[in-house]
């Protein structure tokens, strides 16, 4: 087993410019049968080889790392599933699977187990305190390091304390802890933390993040906004993650469908790099021919001048508009359906 000096992830960090990270779990899940309300981690025993096959996938498309089918893995999550005993086990078989192809890929691949939000709302504006918190992520960041993950990966989270809990709690299983933080709601995060204000409390935190940034939201153009965002206030080595939607989300025929092109998932990679970002990947609707799509773009891009507003307008198309409630959710997570009436559960649960 890797500790920090020999982990995998702080290698490849330490001999190349930038890593590439891989697409969307529960997009490509849905593509392989997943249904509305299921809970994706359950396929981590019940569907092996689906899951391989998405991670095959992205590896075949160039990613460095892949993230594990864990996303709401943690116990709080699992509640809506009746499988909250059964966030450690999920959440190891999940990470198994990513080593299985992250070993035979014939490169360094690096698994990174897959830690979203709880669904809950932390102390001061909810019931569940810190500790709590921690505890739930810290038994499931244990199960993926058990499974074979070489890091942990915090992502799509909303609010500081639950970040913190996150991050405290994913550290504590003795691997680097990358988090990423998602800008869905006018700019700033459902819960109201703007890009600069994300770096600057996930960076102060107790245990340091390895690697910081934003994922999700609405579309590439706020990604990459929210990274130019936070290089006004990031520190010099900082290691900065974009990984941005497959262009804007519609809700069509049930389901959201995703308005991004190959071309235009290039142009985001080449400006996410521009803007600072040294992990760059995709996030919901990004499948393995997107992915390849981006490889190419960041292997064949020298870094440029921070784009400035118009500039990511003219390549990645207009803001998704301003907005006070996020117009999508993640999806991906143990009730996570993808779908905008999930979207309306998650968003009245939050309220009660
Ligand atoms: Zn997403």
Redesign the pocket.
């Known amino acids: 087993m890797s500790d920090a000096s020999d982990n995998l992830f702080l290698k490849l960090l330490a001999e190349k410019p930038y890593l590439m990270a891989d697409g969307?779990m529960?997009?490509n899940l849905f593509a392989r049968g997943l249904q509305s309300g299921d809970a994706p981690e359950l396929w981590n025993l019940d569907h092996p080889d689906r899951v391989e096959s998405v991670h095959q996938e992205f590896v075949d498309a160039g990613a460095d790392i892949i993230l594990t089918n864990s996303f709401g893995g943690n116990s709080f999550r699992l509640k809506l599933h009746q499988a909250q005993d059964r966030a450690y086990e999920l959440s190891k078989a999940a990470a198994e699977r990513a080593r299985a192809v992250a070993d035979k890929a014939g490169r360094p691949v690096v698994v990174a187990g897959s830690i979203g939000p709880s669904g809950e709302l932390f102390v001061p504006v909810g019931p569940v305190t810190h500790e709590e918190g921690v505890e739930a992520f810290a038994e499931q960041a244990q199960g993926l390091v058990d499974g074979g993950a070489d890091i942990l990966w915090v992502e799509?989270m909303s609010s500081r304390e639950e970040a913190a809990a996150a991050v405290e709690g994913a550290a504590r299983a003795g691997r680097p802890v990358v988090s990423t933080m998602?800008f869905d709601t006018a700019g700033k995060t459902m819960m109201g933390l703007s890009p600069e204000d994300a770096y600057t409390s996930l960076r102060a935190l107790p245990v340091r993040p390895a690697a910081i940034g934003a994922?999700?939201?609405l579309g590439a153009t706020e990604n990459v906004l929210s990274i130019v965002q936070m290089h006004g206030v990031v520190d010099p080595d900082a290691v900065i993650v974009a990984?941005a939607?497959c262009g804007v989300p519609e809700f069509k025929d049930g389901q959201f469908r995703y308005t991004g092109t190959p071309e235009l998932m290039a142009d985001y990679a080449r400006l996410a790099r521009d803007a600072g970002a040294r992990i760059v990947g995709g996030?919901?609707?990004t499948d393995g021919t997107v992915l390849k799509a981006i490889r190419q773009a960041l292997d064949s891009h020298e870094p440029g001048q921070v784009p400035t507003l118009e500039a990511i307008v003219e390549k990645l198309g207009p803001l998704a508009g301003v907005t006070d409630r996020p117009a999508?959710v993640?999806?991906?997570g143990a009730g996570e359906s993808g779908d905008g009436d999930d979207g309306g559960r998650r968003r009245r649960r939050r309220r009660a």
């Open positions: 969307a529960g997009t799509t998602t994922n999700c939201g990984k939607n996030c919901c609707g999508h993640h999806a991906g």
